[in-house]
T-cell receptor, first 113, second 117 residues
Framework: EPEVTQTPSHQVTQMGQEVILRCVPISNHLYFYWYRQILGQKVEFLVSFYNNEISEKSEIFDDQFSVERPDGSNFTLKIRSTKLEDSAMYFC???????????FGPGTRLTVL | AQSVTQLDSQVPVFEEAPVELRCNYSSSVSVYLFWYVQYPNQGLQLLLKYLSGSTLVKGINGFEAEFNKSQTSFHLRKPSVHISDTAEYFCAVSTNAGGTSYGKLTFGQGTILTVHP
């Protein structure tokens, strides 16, 4: 069964450093998403991406964040200058139809020191 | 904007007992509703969804949920739980806004279900 994959599973970085979180969505999906879950809190929407552009973004998704689909398979989230409060689990998701169920990856745990 | 409230942060229950996890939502437009489960150190897995049609929906692992539009609820139920159902459960909603939906999911705070032997 096809699945969403994410790398790395755990990323440790120093405050102020840039990080890139990578995702490979399910191959025939057209809509892509990033969510984050700070420890002990709810899952929060960051951004949705369709047709090679951002469809919607949350208030969290400020100028420090960017997304890219550099080729036909990868979907990346970049944080330019990490802050302590960026420490969280980041989930990638995808679906074939924007309004239907989303398929989630296993997540990348980002720790900012 | 939509919001989701899961009324119970933790639900302890004994094995083979029934369980109900409560979810209420708020939205000014039509919604699509989902329940996801998260096992320790894993991603989110879909349990069931309501898009349209019958208000009683059945999902994997014997779970079911009922969409109640008048009460804006989508409670999750299972008649007999197993130890393996121990996990965190998230209710989520998306909307079809203005004829175009980009699928943004709004999640509740999560309910930790702990099944005791």
């Amino acid at each position: 069964e096809p699945e969403v994959t994410q790398t790395p599973s755990h990323q440790v970085t120093q405050m102020g450093q840039e990080v890139i979180l990578r995702c490979v969505p399910i191959s025939n999906h057209l809509y892509f998403y990033w969510y984050r879950q700070i420890l002990g809190q709810k899952v929060e929407f960051l951004v949705s991406f369709y047709n090679n552009e951002i469809s919607e973004k949350s208030e969290i998704f400020d100028d420090q964040f960017s997304v890219e689909r550099p080729d036909g398979s990868n979907f990346t989230l970049k944080i330019r200058s990490t802050k302590l409060e960026d420490s969280a689990m980041y989930f990638c998701a995808s679906n074939a139809r924007g309004w239907d169920e989303q398929f989630f990856g296993p997540g990348t745990r980002l720790t900012v020191l | 904007a939509q919001s989701v409230t899961q009324l119970d942060s933790q639900v302890p229950v004994f094995e083979e007992a029934p369980v109900e996890l409560r979810c209420n939502y708020s939205s000014s437009v039509s919604v699509y509703l989902f329940w996801y489960v998260q096992y320790p150190n894993q991603g989110l897995q879909l349990l069931l969804k309501y898009l349209s049609g019958s208000t009683l929906v059945k999902g994997i692992n014997g779970f079911e949920a009922e969409f109640n539009k008048s009460q804006t609820s989508f409670h999750l139920r299972k008649p007999s739980v197993h130890i393996s159902d121990t996990a965190e459960y998230f209710c989520a909603v998306s909307t079809n806004a203005g004829g175009t939906s980009y699928g943004k999911l709004t999640f509740g705070q999560g309910t930790i279900l702990t099944v005791h032997p």
